[in-house]
Protein backbone atom coordinates (compact mmCIF):
# COMPACT_ATOMS: atom_id res chain seq x y z
CA UNK A 1 0.00 0.00 0.00
CA UNK A 2 3.04 2.18 0.65
CA UNK A 3 4.12 2.35 -2.67
CA UNK A 4 0.71 3.43 -3.56
CA UNK A 5 -0.06 6.04 -1.56
CA UNK A 6 3.23 7.48 -2.80
CA UNK A 7 2.16 7.34 -6.39
CA UNK A 8 -1.65 8.60 -4.74
CA UNK A 9 -0.13 11.71 -3.01
CA UNK A 10 2.71 12.39 -6.07
CA UNK A 11 -0.37 12.53 -7.92
CA UNK A 12 -2.20 15.43 -5.64
CA UNK A 13 0.95 17.09 -5.58
CA UNK A 14 2.13 17.66 -9.09
CA UNK A 15 -0.98 17.35 -10.95
CA UNK A 16 -3.68 18.17 -9.29
CA UNK A 17 -1.96 20.78 -7.35
CA UNK A 18 -3.41 20.39 -3.58
CA UNK A 19 -2.54 22.71 -0.64
CA UNK A 20 0.08 21.36 1.82
CA UNK A 21 -3.40 21.88 4.60
CA UNK A 22 -5.10 19.48 2.18
CA UNK A 23 -1.78 16.91 1.37
CA UNK A 24 -2.14 16.47 5.13
CA UNK A 25 -5.55 16.03 5.60
CA UNK A 26 -5.86 13.19 3.36
CA UNK A 27 -2.44 11.52 4.72
CA UNK A 28 -4.29 11.72 8.08
CA UNK A 29 -7.52 10.47 6.81
CA UNK A 30 -5.75 7.26 4.76
CA UNK A 31 -3.25 6.50 7.86
CA UNK A 32 -6.14 5.85 10.02
CA UNK A 33 -7.85 3.43 8.02
CA UNK A 34 -4.53 1.66 7.11
CA UNK A 35 -4.15 1.13 10.98
CA UNK A 36 -7.39 -0.05 11.22
CA UNK A 37 -7.23 -2.82 8.29
CA UNK A 38 -4.66 -3.67 9.59
CA UNK A 39 -6.26 -4.42 13.19
CA UNK A 40 -8.93 -6.14 11.40
CA UNK A 41 -6.47 -8.34 9.44
CA UNK A 42 -7.33 -6.78 6.09
CA UNK A 43 -5.35 -5.07 3.00
CA UNK A 44 -7.05 -2.42 1.19
CA UNK A 45 -7.07 -3.98 -2.37
CA UNK A 46 -9.14 -6.64 -0.87
CA UNK A 47 -11.70 -4.48 0.67
CA UNK A 48 -15.48 -4.75 0.48
CA UNK A 49 -17.90 -2.06 0.12
CA UNK A 50 -19.29 -3.71 3.48
CA UNK A 51 -16.34 -3.33 5.19
CA UNK A 52 -15.88 0.17 4.35
CA UNK A 53 -19.53 0.71 5.86
CA UNK A 54 -18.44 -1.00 8.66
CA UNK A 55 -14.99 1.14 9.21
CA UNK A 56 -18.07 4.74 9.07
CA UNK A 57 -19.62 2.38 11.59
CA UNK A 58 -16.12 2.16 13.80
CA UNK A 59 -15.81 6.15 13.38
CA UNK A 60 -19.14 6.77 14.79
CA UNK A 61 -18.77 4.52 17.79
CA UNK A 62 -15.24 6.20 18.43
CA UNK A 63 -16.96 9.17 18.94
CA UNK A 64 -16.25 10.95 15.49
CA UNK A 65 -18.19 13.91 14.37
CA UNK A 66 -19.90 13.79 11.17
CA UNK A 67 -17.96 16.25 9.43
CA UNK A 68 -14.89 14.34 10.18
CA UNK A 69 -16.31 11.05 8.96
CA UNK A 70 -17.33 12.88 5.89
CA UNK A 71 -13.76 14.00 5.14
CA UNK A 72 -12.58 10.74 5.94
CA UNK A 73 -14.67 8.88 3.40
CA UNK A 74 -13.97 11.25 0.57
CA UNK A 75 -10.40 11.00 1.45
CA UNK A 76 -10.75 7.21 1.07
CA UNK A 77 -12.92 7.86 -1.98
CA UNK A 78 -10.19 9.46 -3.36
CA UNK A 79 -7.85 7.15 -3.24
CA UNK A 80 -9.76 3.86 -4.54
CA UNK A 81 -10.61 6.30 -7.29
CA UNK A 82 -7.20 6.93 -8.19
CA UNK A 83 -6.13 2.53 -7.83
CA UNK A 84 -8.98 2.43 -9.82
CA UNK A 85 -8.31 4.38 -12.84
CA UNK A 86 -4.89 2.95 -12.69
CA UNK A 87 -5.96 -0.28 -12.86
CA UNK A 88 -4.59 -1.28 -9.24
CA UNK A 89 -8.39 -2.59 -7.90
CA UNK A 90 -11.63 -3.82 -10.25
CA UNK A 91 -13.92 -2.35 -7.89
CA UNK A 92 -14.27 0.56 -6.12
CA UNK A 93 -15.10 -0.10 -2.68
CA UNK A 94 -16.34 2.94 -2.00
CA UNK A 95 -19.03 3.50 -4.32
CA UNK A 96 -22.74 3.76 -2.47
CA UNK A 97 -21.26 4.56 0.90
CA UNK A 98 -23.31 7.25 2.05
CA UNK A 99 -21.29 10.02 4.52
CA UNK A 100 -23.67 11.11 7.44
CA UNK A 101 -25.43 13.84 7.04
CA UNK A 102 -23.94 17.10 8.21
CA UNK A 103 -26.00 19.54 10.02
CA UNK A 104 -25.10 23.30 8.43
CA UNK A 105 -24.25 25.36 11.33
CA UNK A 106 -24.81 29.19 11.07
CA UNK A 107 -21.84 31.07 10.53
CA UNK A 108 -20.87 33.50 13.36
CA UNK A 109 -20.85 36.76 12.27
CA UNK A 110 -19.71 40.43 13.96
CA UNK A 111 -21.46 43.73 13.03
CA UNK A 112 -20.36 46.28 11.92
CA UNK A 113 -19.96 48.20 15.05
CA UNK A 114 -18.17 45.19 16.78
CA UNK A 115 -15.44 44.78 13.39
CA UNK A 116 -14.84 48.58 13.95
CA UNK A 117 -13.93 48.17 17.53
CA UNK A 118 -11.80 45.12 16.94
CA UNK A 119 -9.95 46.73 13.95
CA UNK A 120 -9.20 49.72 16.15
CA UNK A 121 -7.73 48.28 19.21
CA UNK A 122 -3.80 47.76 17.69
CA UNK A 123 -3.06 51.86 17.95
CA UNK A 124 0.57 51.80 18.88
CA UNK A 125 3.61 52.67 16.81
CA UNK A 126 5.31 49.67 17.91
CA UNK A 127 6.37 47.02 15.16
CA UNK A 128 4.24 44.27 16.42
CA UNK A 129 0.59 46.91 16.74
CA UNK A 130 1.46 48.37 13.36
CA UNK A 131 1.45 44.92 11.95
CA UNK A 132 -1.35 43.85 14.05
CA UNK A 133 -3.55 47.12 12.52
CA UNK A 134 -2.09 45.51 8.53
CA UNK A 135 -3.12 42.24 9.52
CA UNK A 136 -6.76 42.48 10.77
CA UNK A 137 -7.45 45.20 8.51
CA UNK A 138 -6.24 43.07 5.53
CA UNK A 139 -8.25 39.72 6.89
CA UNK A 140 -11.44 41.63 6.74
CA UNK A 141 -11.10 43.81 3.56
CA UNK A 142 -9.92 40.71 1.75
CA UNK A 143 -11.93 37.71 3.34
CA UNK A 144 -9.29 35.48 2.66
CA UNK A 145 -8.71 32.46 4.81
CA UNK A 146 -6.44 32.28 7.20
CA UNK A 147 -4.03 29.52 5.60
CA UNK A 148 -4.00 31.75 2.44
CA UNK A 149 -3.21 34.91 4.66
CA UNK A 150 0.09 33.53 5.96
CA UNK A 151 1.33 31.59 2.63
CA UNK A 152 1.23 35.15 0.73
CA UNK A 153 4.90 36.70 -0.12
CA UNK A 154 5.21 40.38 -0.37
CA UNK A 155 4.96 40.11 -4.43
CA UNK A 156 1.42 38.69 -4.17
CA UNK A 157 0.13 42.08 -3.26
CA UNK A 158 -0.48 44.90 -5.55
CA UNK A 159 -0.15 48.46 -3.37
CA UNK A 160 -0.35 50.66 -6.46
CA UNK A 161 -3.37 49.11 -7.93
CA UNK A 162 -5.06 47.75 -4.90
CA UNK A 163 -5.47 43.88 -4.86
CA UNK A 164 -3.99 40.78 -3.94
CA UNK A 165 -3.35 37.32 -5.35
CA UNK A 166 -4.41 34.50 -4.06
CA UNK A 167 -3.52 30.85 -5.19
CA UNK A 168 -4.64 28.11 -3.36
CA UNK A 169 -3.49 25.15 -4.82
CA UNK A 170 -4.36 25.04 -8.70
CA UNK A 171 -6.80 28.05 -8.08
CA UNK A 172 -6.00 31.77 -8.02
CA UNK A 173 -8.33 34.77 -7.71
CA UNK A 174 -7.60 38.27 -7.79
CA UNK A 175 -9.19 40.11 -4.62
CA UNK A 176 -9.20 43.99 -4.54
CA UNK A 177 -7.85 45.70 -1.24
CA UNK A 178 -10.33 48.36 0.34
CA UNK A 179 -8.44 51.74 1.26
CA UNK A 180 -8.50 51.02 4.71
CA UNK A 181 -6.47 47.97 4.72
CA UNK A 182 -4.42 49.60 1.83
CA UNK A 183 -2.80 52.28 4.29
CA UNK A 184 -2.26 50.09 6.78
CA UNK A 185 -0.61 47.43 5.24
CA UNK A 186 1.80 50.20 3.06
CA UNK A 187 2.39 51.89 7.01
CA UNK A 188 3.59 48.31 8.05
CA UNK A 189 5.71 47.45 4.75
CA UNK A 190 7.62 50.12 4.64
CA UNK A 191 7.58 50.94 8.51
CA UNK A 192 7.78 47.49 10.27
CA UNK A 193 8.46 44.33 7.84
CA UNK A 194 11.48 45.85 6.64
CA UNK A 195 12.66 45.79 9.94
CA UNK A 196 11.26 42.66 11.30
CA UNK A 197 12.46 40.14 8.43
CA UNK A 198 16.46 39.31 8.69
CA UNK A 199 16.64 38.98 4.97
CA UNK A 200 15.44 40.18 1.84
CA UNK A 201 15.73 36.39 0.94
CA UNK A 202 12.09 36.33 3.03
CA UNK A 203 9.39 36.67 0.79
CA UNK A 204 6.39 36.19 3.87
CA UNK A 205 4.27 39.03 4.30
CA UNK A 206 3.35 38.97 7.24
CA UNK A 207 5.87 38.03 9.59
CA UNK A 208 6.32 37.56 13.49
CA UNK A 209 8.45 38.92 15.99
CA UNK A 210 11.46 36.98 15.31
CA UNK A 211 11.00 37.84 11.54
CA UNK A 212 9.53 34.50 10.39
CA UNK A 213 6.48 33.83 8.53
CA UNK A 214 3.56 34.05 11.03
CA UNK A 215 1.78 30.70 12.18
CA UNK A 216 -1.86 29.92 11.96
CA UNK A 217 -1.54 29.61 15.73
CA UNK A 218 0.35 33.18 15.65
CA UNK A 219 -2.77 34.69 14.08
CA UNK A 220 -5.69 33.18 15.75
CA UNK A 221 -3.42 34.46 19.52
CA UNK A 222 -3.08 38.00 17.52
CA UNK A 223 -7.03 37.83 17.26
CA UNK A 224 -8.17 36.19 20.59
CA UNK A 225 -5.84 39.06 22.74
CA UNK A 226 -7.78 42.29 20.56
CA UNK A 227 -10.38 40.49 20.90
CA UNK A 228 -10.49 40.90 24.62
CA UNK A 229 -9.00 43.98 24.48
CA UNK A 230 -12.36 45.16 22.89
CA UNK A 231 -14.10 43.69 25.24
CA UNK A 232 -16.44 41.29 22.99
CA UNK A 233 -18.53 38.55 24.30
CA UNK A 234 -18.68 36.87 20.81
CA UNK A 235 -16.22 34.44 19.86
CA UNK A 236 -13.76 35.58 17.46
CA UNK A 237 -11.27 33.77 15.03
CA UNK A 238 -9.81 34.47 11.83
CA UNK A 239 -12.88 32.68 10.03
CA UNK A 240 -15.73 34.76 11.71
CA UNK A 241 -13.53 38.07 9.91
CA UNK A 242 -14.05 36.14 6.62
CA UNK A 243 -17.82 35.23 7.47
CA UNK A 244 -18.05 39.16 8.44
CA UNK A 245 -16.98 40.14 5.34
CA UNK A 246 -19.36 38.32 2.90
CA UNK A 247 -22.21 39.05 5.02
CA UNK A 248 -21.21 42.82 4.76
CA UNK A 249 -21.17 42.89 1.33
CA UNK A 250 -24.00 41.04 0.64
CA UNK A 251 -26.00 43.09 2.81
CA UNK A 252 -24.73 46.44 0.89
CA UNK A 253 -25.81 45.44 -2.48
CA UNK A 254 -22.90 42.79 -3.32
CA UNK A 255 -23.84 40.17 -5.60
CA UNK A 256 -23.49 36.84 -4.80
CA UNK A 257 -21.90 35.58 -7.67
CA UNK A 258 -18.75 38.46 -7.10
CA UNK A 259 -18.96 37.18 -3.22
CA UNK A 260 -18.28 33.66 -4.43
CA UNK A 261 -15.50 34.34 -6.65
CA UNK A 262 -13.86 36.91 -3.83
CA UNK A 263 -14.08 33.79 -1.35
CA UNK A 264 -12.67 31.15 -3.60
CA UNK A 265 -15.76 29.19 -3.24
CA UNK A 266 -15.86 26.24 -6.24
CA UNK A 267 -19.95 26.15 -5.63
CA UNK A 268 -22.79 29.01 -5.27
CA UNK A 269 -24.56 27.11 -2.62
CA UNK A 270 -21.86 27.37 -0.07
CA UNK A 271 -22.34 31.35 -0.52
CA UNK A 272 -25.58 31.38 -0.51
CA UNK A 273 -25.78 30.72 3.43
CA UNK A 274 -25.09 34.12 4.04
CA UNK A 275 -28.53 34.99 2.38
CA UNK A 276 -29.90 34.62 5.82
CA UNK A 277 -27.72 37.95 6.98
CA UNK A 278 -29.79 40.15 5.20
CA UNK A 279 -30.73 43.17 6.82
CA UNK A 280 -34.70 43.29 8.13
CA UNK A 281 -34.36 46.94 5.93
CA UNK A 282 -34.73 45.01 2.67
CA UNK A 283 -37.18 43.03 3.51
CA UNK A 284 -38.90 46.09 4.52
CA UNK A 285 -38.20 47.52 1.11
CA UNK A 286 -39.52 44.52 -0.72
CA UNK A 287 -42.80 45.12 1.32
CA UNK A 288 -43.28 48.29 0.62
CA UNK A 289 -42.01 48.31 -3.48
CA UNK A 290 -43.40 44.68 -4.70
CA UNK A 291 -46.56 44.58 -6.30
CA UNK A 292 -47.90 41.58 -4.66
CA UNK A 293 -45.47 41.71 -1.01
Not at 75 to 94: C, G, H, M, V
Not at 150 to 179: A, F
Amino acid sequence: MEKQLKLFFDFLENEKKASNNTLQSYRRDIKQYETYLSTQGKTYNKVTNEDVKEYVKYLQKIGKKPSTISRSIASIRAFYQFETKNSKIKIDPTEGVQSPKIEKRVPSVLTSNEVELLLNQPQGKDLKSIRDKAMLEFAYATGMRVTEIISLDIDDVNLKEGYVVCENGNKKRVIPIGNLSLEALKDYIESARNILIKSDKNKALFVNINGKRLTRQGFWKIIKYYKEQAHISKDITPHVLRHSFATHLLQNGADLKSIQTMLGHSDILSTQIYMQFQDDSIKDIYRKAHPRA
